[in-house]
């Protein structure tokens, strides 16, 4: 039995592996499989998580958006490994243990998660919002009894510590499935900036910023040296716990997959990170190194972050649940199953939206209600977006009106239906777009 560590880091962009700025993910993806086409299924961090801990959609779970607690009647992901005769270990930002009032059931974001909610992850060191008990250095997070535990120095090394603090201390006669939730590079919320390892933000200060950016206004040009400073720490803390598997002899027996749960569009799309369908926050970083991903594969195919939760208990060689939607990733490099032919999202809290993607195009719908918090689904949308990404892949030109694509815009409504029934939604109604968008 492979031990597997699911390493998640936070708001990052998928253009921002490379060998300058993560050589230790650039090596990881030169022994594993690079995913080229990886996309989250939910761009707001709680609604993201929930689908990783559940194998099923938000809007199937109910964690539509942030503040909404899993259920407890869902069984969680680390109940199938402990079933199997794994150790567990959840490490870092867990997001799903509080409710969205104060008053009404339990409100934890910067006290202790109870341990009813907590995943039924054996080793616990984690806080539920770790942007509210930490900042880019210093906080504390908890144990897995509650008890407050300080740390000292840049956030991801100490996140990092508590991983190699696990490693040390583990069951050695068991395999291990180890969930460390990183927040960097999310931005820290009380401040409003991202917070990168002070020694090398002034590196990146003249960093070149993404096509996709530049053209629209937003915060990229203050805020990037920042954020790829913190992108290159999550990175040494990586390489950190390599070398410690390498120490233990247990890196060739261990499964390492890295993803994050979206990206981030810097403020062009919106007045803040993500919720919007543009590949600049729904595009995200994916690695797979061992348990069959091998051999320095570049793969273009389209993945989905609900397809992990699948592909993790396959690694395991543990038996899918029927509720677990997505697909297993290790039957599609096997040539075992048949390939995605889109990706679909459901956008909460900007807005309440679907979207979908296939290689060329992105097609997204949006309710008329100017928020998505009041409720997770609708019975009526309009087209909001519609994107050719093989002439405009920075996403410039939005030809939601345009009659030239009069009959890609039905296709691709037709297979939006289709994935909303997939996901358990009623069939909506789908109107034309009532008004055009300049992005």
């Not at 938000?58 to 109940?79: E, F, M, S, V, W």
């Not at 519609?386 to 030239?404: F, I, Q, T």
Request: charged residues 30%; neutral net charge; proline residues 5%.
């Amino acid at each position: 039995m492979k031990n597997i560590i699911f390493y998640f880091s936070d708001q990052q962009r998928w253009d921002t592996v490379n060998e300058e700025v993560t050589p230790n993910l650039a090596q990881l993806a030169k022994e594993g499989v690079l995913f080229e086409n990886s996309f989250t299924c939910q761009p707001v961090c709680g609604p993201a998580r929930s689908c990783l801990q559940s194998g099923m959609y938000p809007t199937q779970t109910g964690c539509y958006t942030n503040g909404i607690a899993l259920p407890r009647d869902i069984k969680p992901l680390a109940q199938y490994f402990n079933e199997a005769g794994y150790d567990t270990a959840y490490i870092g930002k867990w997001h799903l243990g509080s409710d969205k009032y104060p008053g009404i059931g339990v409100h934890c974001e910067k006290s202790a998660v109870p341990r009813e909610r907590q995943g039924q992850y054996r080793y616990w060191r984690a806080a539920d919002c770790l942007e509210f008990t930490s900042h880019g250095y210093d906080g504390y997070i908890f144990d897995e009894d509650g008890r407050r535990i300080d740390f000292k120095g840049y956030r991801a090394d100490c996140i990092n510590d508590f991983a190699l603090e696990y490693l040390e201390n583990r069951n050695r006669e068991k395999p291990f499935f180890m969930f460390v939730s990183q927040l960097e590079p999310h931005h820290q919320n009380d401040r409003g900036q991202y917070e990168g390892y002070r020694e090398t933000v002034e590196k990146y200060r003249d960093y070149p910023l993404p096509d996709d950016l530049t053209f629209l206004k937003g915060d990229y040009a203050e805020m990037y040296p920042d954020y790829i400073s913190a992108i290159n720490r999550l990175d040494f803390n990586v390489g950190r716990l390599i070398e410690k598997l390498k120490e233990q002899g247990i890196y060739d027996d261990t499964v390492i997959i890295y993803t994050s749960d979206h990206g981030s569009h810097f403020k062009t799309r919106n007045m803040e990170y993500k919720r919007s369908c543009h590949d600049s926050c729904t595009h995200t970083p994916l690695i797979i190194k061992g348990g069959g991903f091998e051999g320095g594969k570049r793969d273009d195919r389209l993945v989905s972050l609900i397809d992990l939760p699948p592909t993790l208990l396959a690694l395991a060689g543990i038996k899918i649940p029927p509720q677990f939607i997505g697909r297993d990733l290790t039957a599609q490099i096997k040539g075992d199953e048949e390939q995605r032919k889109c990706v679909f999202m459901q956008i909460s809290e900007s807005q309440c939206g679907r979207a979908i993607r296939t290689h060329r195009f992105k097609y997204s719908v949006r309710d008329i209600n100017p928020s998505g918090y009041l409720h997770e689904n609708s019975r009526v949308y309009f087209e909001d977006y519609l994107y050719d990404l093989k002439d405009d892949p920075c996403e410039k030109r939005n030809l939601v009106k345009s009659p030239r694509y009069a009959k890609i815009r039905q296709e691709m409504k037709y297979l939006l239906f289709e994935e909303m029934q997939k996901a358990g939604e009623e069939m909506p109604m789908i109107l034309p777009a009532i008004r055009a968008r300049k992005k």
